[in-house]
């Protein structure tokens, strides 16, 4: 395939419009539904998707109840107990679930994820966060959130202790011999022995080998550490760059940080995108704005306070943004939105507006309008494919896979059935070599 052909990678999430539970004809309660959130990933797997990217958080957000009360983000059901069941509900898309290195270990989540990556014969991704929420410490015995810096070291480590435990064991280490009564070839068993800054781990795990070797690590680092943290240890880098021109340096700088971290292959870079169809440009405005004013103005300030690291709602909201020195959230989530208010002089309500309802890429208008900027962004050097989020559940989905799905394909641009039976294969990955230190005990 020459590169002017290349295909797109397409994961799809739950929308986070915080209108879209509201939008005519939406299901309030679709994300923590089971039988919905199954209907999603079949009909994502109709639509020859990559996979199904859940995201998470372990806390509610520091909200006054009045903003909380008015959001959809409250109720959502566990990444790694869905995606299981997802896994035996569809046979190709991809399942990739959020969990923090913050607050995990990392011998119990390289359980799971092995776990999931067994069950789904080969699907499983994880999507390693550092969590941006600092309410989440007061669920976890903390009196307050981990340091930015900290929140990475550990990560960093973090990451290290679970690919040396996912190989734990040859792809034929079980030899199952009923008649000589061996179950395992004890040298092909590995003991990890990890003792680190961080964390003191022995191993073995005690689940096989992952299909794929280990699943597929997903990360969405933009701050310099974040870039850093992706470079190093992530295949699959999601990013919220909202024009061409940016998203152009940050695939190249994310690149040359995987080459100097000797990472030959590269990562694949996947923006979010925010998709709003309609048959024409100023149907799919119209529905766009709808969706912006569904938006409650106090759950808004109280989203824009938490991402900026400050209560701004003593502030006059419809005065300019005043100086955001930096906190503990996240850094690169604050400044993106620092820069977007300077950028078209935007109010603090403004700013609210767009924060609480989606400021990231969109694309807003036809299905060949969105196919073609699609297409753009991947023939330059922007992005390998998208992260979609639909303007509301299920009407959303159902659009693009009917009408963007086949422009695409057409077009030759996304796959017309499924070649491979992985994650990886989807994702045209390899599968890593073994490599971490570990010694064999005999």
Known sequence: ???????????????????????????????????????????????????????????????????????????????????????????????IGTASTTYNEPYMLARRLASLDLISAGRCGWNLVTSSNPNEAANFGEAEHMA??????????????????????????????????????PHKMHVLDHQGACFLVRGPLNVPRPVQGRPVIVQAGASEAGRQIAAETAEVVFTYQTDLASAQ???????????????????????????????????????????????????????????????????????????????????????????????????????????CGYQGLEMVGTPSMVADQMQVWLDNGAADGFNVMFSHLPGGVTEFVEQVVPELQRRTLLRTAYSGATLREHLGLQVPQPGYSRRTVG
Not at 65 to 80: E, G, K, M, Q, W
Not at 173 to 185: I, L
Not at 277 to 298: F, I, P, S
Not at 331 to 350: C, M, N, T, W, Y
Request: aromatic content about 8%; charged content about 20%.
């Open 249 to 355: 340096a940050f695939y190249a700088d994310l690149q040359a940080r995987a080459r100097q971290a000797k990472r030959a292959a590269g990562v694949k870079v996947i923006p979010a995108v925010f998709v709003v169809l309609g048959n024409t440009l100023a149907q799919a405005q119209a529905k766009r704005q709808r969706l912006d004013e569904l938006v409650d103005d106090q759950s808004s300030l109280a989203t824009l306070s938490i991402a900026l690291g400050h209560d701004i709602t003593d502030c006059d909201s419809n005065g300019p943004l005043p100086p955001m020195p930096a906190s503990n959230a996240s850094k690169s989530g604050r400044d993106r939105l620092v820069a977007l208010a300077q950028r078209e002089q935007l109010s603090i309500l403004a700013l609210a507006r767009r924060a």
């Open 148 to 185: 930015h810096a900290d929140r990475y070291q550990r990560a960093r480590e973090f990451c290290d202790v679970m690919n040396g435990l996912w190989e734990s064991w040859d792809e034929d280490a079980f030899c199952r011999d009923a008649e000589r009564g061996v179950y395992f070839d």
């Open 1 to 95: 395939m020459t590169e002017a052909h290349r295909q797109l990678i397409l994961l799809a999430m739950p929308s986070i419009h915080a209108g879209a539970w509201r939008y005519p004809g939406a299901q309030p309660g679709f994300q923590a539904s089971f039988e919905h959130m199954k209907w999603f990933a079949q009909t994502l797997e109709q639509g020859c998707f990559d996979g199904l990217f859940l995201p998470d958080s372990l806390a509610l957000r520091a909200a006054p109840l009045v903003s909380l009360v008015r959001s959809h983000s409250v109720a959502t059901l566990d990444p790694l107990t869905l995606l299981p069941a997802l896994a035996a509900a569809t046979r190709h898309l991809g399942l």
